[in-house]
């Protein structure tokens, strides 16, 4: 199930804005089911500026490492360290407790720029 509130990337991103504007970001259900058993995640400090679509971390699996894209150009307010010591939380929950971290981005989220849940259904259908 594709969580209908959320925004997506074509890098399996899901993006979730706050309402002070600040954005939640974590990897789609599809990618960590792709992904397989998540052993090991890297996430970026908090306090770290980062630009749109620069590698922010890594997951990585017992099939591969995969890097996670940051999916907008912002600073990191608060990171999830849950799964840095948890990894397996990113495939029990991938849109709950899975997520990875907070943006304060540096314009307001536009989301004619992301897919929705059906423009990112239609993309892993492919």
């Known amino acids: 199930m594709i969580p209908a509130d959320l925004l997506y990337t074509p890098q399996h991103e899901w993006l979730l804005v706050h309402p002070d504007g600040n954005v939640r970001v974590g990897i789609t ?8 058993d998540i052993v090991f995640v890297a996430l970026p ?16 699996s017992t099939k591969s490492v995969s890097e996670v894209y940051a999916p907008i150009p912002g600073r990191v307010v608060r ?27 540096e314009v307001p989220v536009d989301a004619a720029e992301f897919l929705d849940a059906a423009g990112y259904q ?3 259908k492919g």
């Open 122 to 124: 239609d993309l892993i």
């Open 45 to 60: 400090t908090t306090g770290d500026e980062l630009a749109g679509e620069q590698a922010m971390g890594e997951v990585e």
């Open 79 to 105: 990171r999830n360290d849950a799964v840095e010591t948890a990894p397996e939380t990113i495939n029990d929950d991938p849109y709950g407790e899975g997520w990875l971290v907070e943006i304060e981005p």
């Open 29 to 36: 259900d599809y990618a960590q089911d792709a992904l397989g």
